[in-house]
């Protein structure tokens, strides 16, 4: 098949054996309990602690700290094999992807020591709390405070959208130490939710509903006095966060254009092994001419934003992804998703618009990449600002 006689320059052995293990871990513990979680909203606690005793979690964090001693390169596996599985509503992009990265990046060692190694174990499931009600985009405007008293922060505001949000232990918050200034005021506050869901103040609000991800939690938080230890500032310098996040993003943004891209190339797979079966007016669907043709420009597209996407990933391995290359990556890959998988349903006709047919599930949990870790729109904006 076209797709299957390419292999990511990348990619490397011990990679393969990686993938191999990653692909059978996932149909063998997550793919029988996809159907459950989808119905209950969220993936089970259980499915944390396998996946970290299989290495799957904080892959590319330091053994030292317990992680699997590897790089982006591994993450970019486990991202492409979880979209491959079909298994969304696991929430590991933000906790090994993002959190854990924060933290190896900015945390002091005290904190690594505390936090990473739970975090690799699954004992500790993590969310960041970035957005607000009031504001998503434009991220120096939040107003979630945490105020210094003496050897505490006192945390007040209201989160939303938070991915693991109704699991998280860990919730890295965005907030502002100093309230007069925009980006500069801003530091990442780590809250420990045992710590403070007994002391009062700390509250979570509703699964959200969605329209796709239906097995991912995703829920509002709020602060309403909440008193956080000084030394639960990420690192030792308040101010920083904003810096912090704009360092991290080229990374995030790859991880969804390379979920993206797996989710197009996975889209374009079923598809032709359904046109190749199904029959109307005594000939296979693929024997249109409008079916070939469609489908000749998908795989087309589809190649693109595979040679993109491995191109990133080894600027990135190499320290040299810059934001605007990545936000190029980032919107112009999840648009593709949106498009090839729109296209690839109408392939299916009614049965598409069923949810027993993945290509259904595919459909509605593509729409969310376009709008979330910055939305394609202010993708352009980064792009844009290059010109
Ligand atoms: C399922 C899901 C999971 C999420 N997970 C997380 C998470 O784990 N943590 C977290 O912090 N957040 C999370 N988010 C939030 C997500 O990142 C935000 O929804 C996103 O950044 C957009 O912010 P907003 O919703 O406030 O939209 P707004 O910022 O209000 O934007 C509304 C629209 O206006 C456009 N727009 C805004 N500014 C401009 C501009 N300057 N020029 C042109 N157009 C503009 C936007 O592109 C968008 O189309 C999640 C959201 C969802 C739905």
Redesign the pocket.
């Known amino acids: 098949m076209l797709l299957e006689n390419y292999t990511s320059p990348w990619m490397d052995e011990e990679l393969h054996i990686m993938r191999d293990a990653v692909a059978r871990f996932l149909e063998r513990e997550f793919v029988p309990s996809m159907e459950k979680w989808e119905k209950q909203g969220f993936v089970d606690r259980d499915a944390w602690l396998k996946a970290g005793q299989a290495g799957l979690l904080c892959a590319s964090i330091p053994a030292e700290y317990g992680g699997g001693g590897g790089n982006f390169k591994h993450e970019m596996v486990l991202v492409e094999e979880l979209s491959y599985a079909n298994i969304t509503g696991f929430g590991n992009g933000?906790h090994s992807g993002i959190v854990a990265h924060y933290i190896n990046s900015y945390g002091t060692e005290e904190q690594k020591q505390h936090w990473l190694p739970k975090m690799a174990s699954g004992e500790i499931v993590s969310?960041?709390?970035?957005?607000e009600p009031g504001?998503?985009?434009?991220l120096q405007a939040v107003k979630t405070s945490a105020i210094r008293d003496g050897d505490h922060y006192v945390l007040n505001g209201q989160?939303t959208?938070?991915?693991n949000g109704m699991s998280a232990n860990l919730i890295c918050v965005v907030a502002k130490t100093d309230p007069a200034e925009t980006a500069k005021g801003i530091s990442l506050i780590v809250v420990e939710t045992e710590a403070v869901e007994g002391a009062g103040g700390f509250s979570r609000g509703r699964n959200l509903e969605?329209l796709g991800?239906k097995a991912q939690d995703?829920a509002e938080i709020f602060f309403d006095d909440v008193k956080v230890p000084v030394g639960n500032l990420l690192g030792t310098v308040e101010g920083k966060g904003f810096v912090q996040l704009m360092e991290q993003l080229p990374q995030e943004r790859l991880i969804i254009a390379a979920g993206a891209c797996a989710a197009i190339e996975k889209a374009l797979r079923i598809t032709s092994e359904y046109v190749k079966e199904r029959k109307a007016f005594g000939k296979r669907i693929l024997d249109f001419q409008n079916t070939q043709f469609k489908l000749a420009e998908r795989f087309t597209e589809a190649k693109l934003a595979r040679t993109f996407v491995d191109h990133c990933a080894m600027q990135l391995a190499d320290g040299k992804l810059d934001n605007a290359t990545a936000a190029m990556a980032k919107w112009w890959t999840t648009q593709k998703q949106n498009e090839i998988v729109d296209e690839c349903l109408q392939f299916f006709g009614g049965y598409g618009y069923m949810l027993e047919y993945p290509i259904a599930r595919m459909y509605a949990d593509s729409r969310?990449q376009k709008?979330?870790?910055?939305?394609n729109?202010?993708m352009k904006?980064l792009i844009a600002r290059e010109i």
Do not use: N, R
């Open positions: 933000v969310a960041i709390a970035m957005t504001t998503g985009s434009d989160k959208f938070l991915t969605k991800l995703t969310i709008i979330y870790g910055g939305s729109e202010i904006l």
